[in-house]
């Protein structure tokens, strides 16, 4: 009963930027979006979170709009490394998992 | 900082075996971990949560007398799966955070434990 909608998968040119959408429009007012990602065969990677300002650090941007409905993790120069899966989380005391997104970085 | 670490990493047995995975917190308290379970080309699926000194709360569908948890320290969790079976095998995964269930402090997960019964 994940609350976010992300879709199944997307492809970026390494060097470029990786632009990963998600919707949340149930989000509640308290309610923080993460973002995780899952290399293949490991646990989940915490990347980035935000409650209603946009937020950046070492691995990543997150634009939430306005009205919180929808975000975007932004990996400004994606490389082959960043292949992975990427789960966009809204929680408040527990932490479902949707079916994220695969990112595939090529060459 | 924020380590959390999960042993065994890969674990074999057989049928009817009961298998015990640690969880810990390396560098910071957790008053509450969760435990996931992953199927292959599936997504995590919440087991259930585990609140130091008190019982776990167990999702619907995971039975709490297979899946035995005990978080006794602030540091580590336990999880035993108890007379598992061959449908039992799965990556099994843990989670920690220093602010506890309500706080807006991430999760750190562990490496998981890849289960498999014969």
């Known amino acids: 009963d994940a609350k976010t909608t992300q879709p199944p998968s997307m492809d970026c040119a390494e060097g470029r930027a990786a632009n990963l959408p998600c919707n949340h429009s149930?989000?509640?007012?308290?309610?923080?979006v993460y973002w995780y990602r899952q290399i293949h065969s490991q646990g989940p990677q915490y990347i980035i979170h935000?409650?209603?300002n946009n937020e950046t650090n070492e691995m990543a941007s997150l634009i939430i709009t306005e009205d919180r409905k929808s975000s975007t993790l932004i990996l400004p120069h994606a490389t082959l490394r960043d292949t992975a899966v990427y789960y966009c989380?809204?929680?408040?005391?527990?932490?479902?998992f949707g079916a994220g997104t695969r990112l595939t970085v090529k060459p | 900082g924020a380590v959390v670490s999960q042993h065994p990493s890969r674990v074999i047995c057989k049928s009817g075996t009961s298998v015990k995975i640690e969880c810990r917190s390396l560098?910071?308290?957790?008053?509450?971990m969760f435990w996931y379970r992953q199927f292959p080309k599936q997504s995590l699926m919440l087991m259930a949560t585990?609140?130091?000194?008190?019982?776990?709360?167990?999702e619907q569908g995971v039975e709490k007398d297979k899946f035995l948890i005990n978080h006794a320290s602030l540091t580590l969790s336990t999880l035993t799966v108890t007379s598992a079976h061959p449908e039992d095998s799965s990556f099994y995964i843990c989670?920690?955070?220093?602010?506890?269930?309500?706080?807006?402090?991430?999760?750190?997960f562990g490496d998981g434990t890849r289960l498999s019964i014969l």
């Open positions: 989670s920690a955070s220093s602010g506890g269930g309500n706080s807006n402090q991430p999760q750190h």
């Open positions: 560098d910071f308290q957790a008053t509450t």
């Open positions: 585990s609140n130091e000194g008190s019982k776990a709360t167990y």
């Open positions: 149930t989000i509640s007012g308290n309610e923080y």
């Open positions: 935000g409650l209603k």
């Open positions: 989380i809204v929680r408040y005391n527990d932490m479902r």
